[in-house]
């Protein structure tokens, strides 16, 4: 099973500044690799697919790169709704089809 | 619009069964490979099964196989997910989510989920 670890579990940011995010795969997923946003009480939404393609609606401060094994979200100046949990999930080599465990955005 | 609504949540003990349904709308349902992800309290996203367009291809988490079954009613848009000999380490909100592209891929769509609670 492809192992998702995501870092770090919890970051504090200030409003207007930039948040990164890694999500490391135990082995190579090529650009397979999605970002999810979930806000509390909310289901999740994808934000970035391919591992850099925004999806449908999602502004363009967020951004996502990287291939293979190690990949970041960046959010370039984070606004109050951005603050929430970020998941990423490897679709390459499933089932199962496997998440990191989340890193939670909050204020600082 | 494309809209998922789960229902069929509830409490229930430790062994009991449950169904747990997802209505779809606003997409060619036939088409499209359904899944249930699930997401236990305070806790992060789980997969649990999936089914192909044409219900029958399916694919199980090993957490939930030989007990859960998926299937799907491709004439009513409707996604199920059959819950037998249910565990306390079952108790989650569980969401349906369609695949963006057929075959593996991200969901691009879910539902608001369904809370289903095992507990004696």
């Known amino acids: 099973e492809l192992v998702m670890t995501q870092s770090p579990a919890t970051l504090s940011v200030s409003p207007g500044e930039r948040a990164t995010l890694s999500c490391r795969a135990s082995?190579?997923?090529?650009?397979?690799l999605a970002w999810y946003q979930q806000r509390p009480g909310q289901a999740p939404r994808l934000l970035i697919y391919?591992?850099?393609t925004r999806a449908a609606g999602i502004p363009a401060r967020f951004s996502g790169t990287g291939s293979g094994t190690d990949f970041t979200l960046t959010i370039s100046s984070l606004q109050s709704e951005d603050f929430a949990v970020y998941y990423c999930?490897?679709?390459?080599?499933?089932?199962?089809?496997?998440f990191g465990g989340g890193t939670k955005v909050e204020i600082k | 619009e494309v809209q998922l609504l789960e229902s069929g949540g509830g409490l229930v003990q430790p062994g009991a069964s449950l169904r747990l349904s997802c209505a779809v709308s606003?997409?060619?349902?036939?088409?499209?490979?359904m899944n249930w992800v699930r997401q236990a309290p305070g806790k992060g996203l789980e997969w649990v099964s999936f089914?192909?367009?044409?219900?029958?291809?399916?694919y199980y988490a090993d957490s939930v196989k030989g007990r859960f079954t998926i299937a799907r009613d491709n004439s009513k848009n409707t996604l199920y997910l059959q819950m037998n000999s249910l565990r306390v380490e079952d108790t989650a909100v569980y969401y349906c989510?369609?695949?963006?592209?057929?075959?593996?891929?991200?969901?691009?769509?879910w539902g608001q989920g369904a809370l289903v609670t095992v507990s004696s």
């Open positions: 989510a369609k695949f963006l592209v057929a075959g593996g891929s991200p969901f691009d769509y």
């Open positions: 606003g997409f060619t349902f036939s088409s499209n490979g």
């Open positions: 089914i192909g367009g044409g219900g029958i291809v399916t």
């Open positions: 082995h190579s997923v090529s650009s397979n």
């Open positions: 391919g591992a850099s």
């Open positions: 999930q490897q679709y390459d080599s499933w089932p199962p089809l496997t």
